[in-house]
């Protein structure tokens, strides 16, 4: 891989994102979302925490972020410009981790700007500072586990609605492992709590950076992003 084929090829992505009103119309209605259940508990019960962000935020990304990345590959294939791309100076490697790359600045951008929320609680309270890193740390941490997951789905078909609705059934599975632990039987619950995110985001959430974490949200962009460049290497095949 060379670092200036991807430079080149996320400029290009980042100028298309930037240039498309949907990429504003969907970080405007994510932030959106996140501040009214951010506001709600703060408001109503005085809790000034980010526990209800954290408890919401994971559910709409696994809408935004195979909203966001739903086009990334299937575009191509639809007005079969991937036919070019893969016939230029580019690997597979270079092409799917550039738009990895690109959409995820977009997604780390987003969440950036959810920090105004964090500085509205040190203006009502004293809010423990762990917490508040921990919790968008979370956030970071699965919005780009999504995205590759959305860039996998995006290499499944030349349309987008498909790979939005593959992208988000992948991404809510692992949001709900977590969430059915206490219905499934002992010999599978422990399997199915590392499995999904919920035991995950708490842990950071809390304050605690446990390497074990970082593996499994390391682990599962890998192995998506690799799907997706043996996804891309058997189209170039045919």
């Given at each position: 891989?060379?670092?200036?084929?991807?430079?080149?090829?996320?400029?290009?992505?980042?100028?298309?994102?930037?240039?498309?009103?949907?990429?504003?119309?969907?970080?405007?209605?994510?932030?959106?979302?996140?501040?009214?259940?951010?506001?709600?508990?703060?408001?109503?019960?005085?809790?000034?925490?980010?526990?209800?962000?954290?408890?919401?935020?994971?559910?709409?990304?696994?809408?935004?972020?195979?909203?966001?990345?739903?086009?990334?590959?299937?575009?191509?294939?639809?007005?079969?410009?991937?036919?070019?791309?893969?016939?230029?100076?580019?690997?597979?490697?270079?092409?799917?981790?550039?738009?990895?790359?690109?959409?995820?600045?977009?997604?780390?951008?987003?969440?950036?700007?959810?920090?105004?929320?964090?500085?509205?609680?040190?203006?009502?309270?004293?809010?423990?500072?762990?917490?508040?890193?921990?919790?968008?740390?979370?956030?970071?941490?699965?919005?780009?586990?999504?995205?590759?997951?959305?860039?996998?789905?995006?290499?499944?078909?030349?349309?987008?609605?498909?790979?939005?609705?593959?992208?988000?059934?992948?991404?809510?599975?692992?949001?709900?492992?977590?969430?059915?632990?206490?219905?499934?039987?002992?010999?599978?619950?422990?399997?199915?709590?590392?499995?999904?995110?919920?035991?995950?985001?708490?842990?950071?959430?809390?304050?605690v950076i446990d390497f074990r974490d970082i593996i499994y949200f390391s682990s599962i962009s890998?192995?998506?992003?690799?799907?997706?460049?043996?996804?891309?290497?058997?189209?170039?095949?045919?």
């Amino acid at each position: 891989m060379r670092a200036e084929n991807i430079k080149t090829l996320v400029s290009k992505e980042l100028k298309h994102y930037l240039n498309t009103p949907p990429s504003y119309v969907l970080a405007s209605v994510f932030l959106l979302l996140c501040g009214y259940f951010f506001a709600q508990p703060l408001f109503l019960i005085n809790q000034a925490n980010l526990n209800s962000l954290t408890d919401i935020a994971p559910l709409i990304l696994t809408f935004f972020a195979p909203a966001l990345s739903m086009k990334l590959i299937a575009e191509e294939k639809k007005t079969q410009t991937i036919e070019i791309l893969l016939t230029m100076p580019f690997s597979e490697e270079e092409i799917i981790i550039s738009k990895f790359i690109s959409a995820s600045l977009i997604m780390i951008t987003t969440i950036f700007l959810m920090f105004i929320y964090s500085i509205t609680l040190y203006f009502l309270s004293k809010p423990d500072t762990g917490h508040i890193l921990g919790s968008y740390l979370s956030l970071l941490f699965t919005a780009v586990c999504f995205l590759s997951i959305g860039v996998f789905s995006s290499t499944l078909s030349s349309s987008q609605i498909n790979a939005f609705i593959s992208g988000f059934a992948i991404s809510f599975f692992f949001y709900l492992c977590g969430k059915v632990t206490f219905f499934l039987p002992l010999y599978l619950q422990e399997a199915a709590n590392y499995i999904g995110i919920d035991s995950h985001i708490s842990n950071m959430a809390r304050g605690v950076i446990d390497f074990r974490d970082i593996i499994y949200f390391s682990s599962i962009s890998f192995i998506f992003i690799y799907l997706s460049i043996n996804k891309l290497k058997n189209m170039r095949v045919r």
